[in-house]
């Protein structure tokens, strides 16, 4: 079974600060490294995604770190705002078959 | 452009009883996926289907059937449900590069 690590649970973080969310996995073959990002309600929706032949992509506020050696990738949301405030999951994988961490819920407080 | 749709939003099942959700997506996507999100454990892919004519299981199949009925449907069913099937259903699509297109869910509690 893979496995696939994420931390933390919770997160509360002020607005301006710095959001970190990372996320462990097992199997080496994994290509695809994405985070989704989901509101309440809603179906998650892809946010940022890297392929492991980079350590890191930024698009606007967020970035993934990925370190292949460690077998962990990383979440930055840089000058955090309330509207961040959502559950993120990372969901490694390849040939269509994704594994989804437990989530993390950040609160980005006013 | 309405993306994935699922259908019901919302349902209340008795044990023992079947139901089929729906999904379409008008991306025209090959990939299409359904997950069940329970609390404090992620997503749970239940089965794929990589394109038309082919389906294959997930993580937690036990439990369920799928159909992809031509490439733009993938339907779920439960043939006896039980209350261990209490969760809220994703169903995704995906085209060449990965990224996968949810829909809006549907929350299935099964008394």
């Not at chain 1, 301006?16 to 990002?37: L, R």
């Not at chain 2, 099937?85 to 099964?110: D, I, M, N």
Request: glycine share 10%; with cysteine; hydrophobic share 30%.
């Amino acid at each position: 079974q893979q496995q696939v690590k994420q931390s933390p649970q919770s997160l509360i973080v002020q607005k301006g600060g710095i959001s970190i969310i990372n996320c462990a996995y097992e199997n080496t073959a994994f290509d695809y490294f994405p985070w989704y990002q989901q509101f309440p309600g809603k179906g998650p929706a892809l946010l940022i995604a890297i392929r492991p032949d980079v350590s890191e992509k930024k698009e606007g506020r967020f970035t993934i770190s990925f370190n292949k050696s460690a077998k962990q990738f990383s979440l930055h949301i840089m000058d955090s705002q309330p509207g961040d405030s959502a559950t993120y999951f990372c969901a490694p994988g390849n040939f269509n078959k994704f594994y989804f961490g437990s989530g993390t819920k950040l609160n980005v407080k006013p | 452009n309405a993306g994935v749709t699922q259908t019901p939003k919302f349902q209340v099942l008795k044990t023992g009883q079947s139901m089929t959700l729906q999904c379409a997506q008008d991306m025209n996507h090959n990939s299409m996926y359904w997950y069940r999100q329970d609390p404090g454990m992620g997503l749970r892919l239940i089965y794929y289907s990589a394109s038309e004519g082919t389906t294959d299981k997930g993580e937690v199949p036990n439990g369920y059937n799928v159909s992809r009925l031509n490439k733009r449907e993938f339907s779920l069913r439960l043939e006896s449900a039980a209350p261990s099937q209490t969760s809220v259903y994703f169903c995704a699509s995906g085209g060449v590069k990965e990224t996968q297109y949810f829909g809006p869910g549907t929350r299935l509690l099964v008394l």
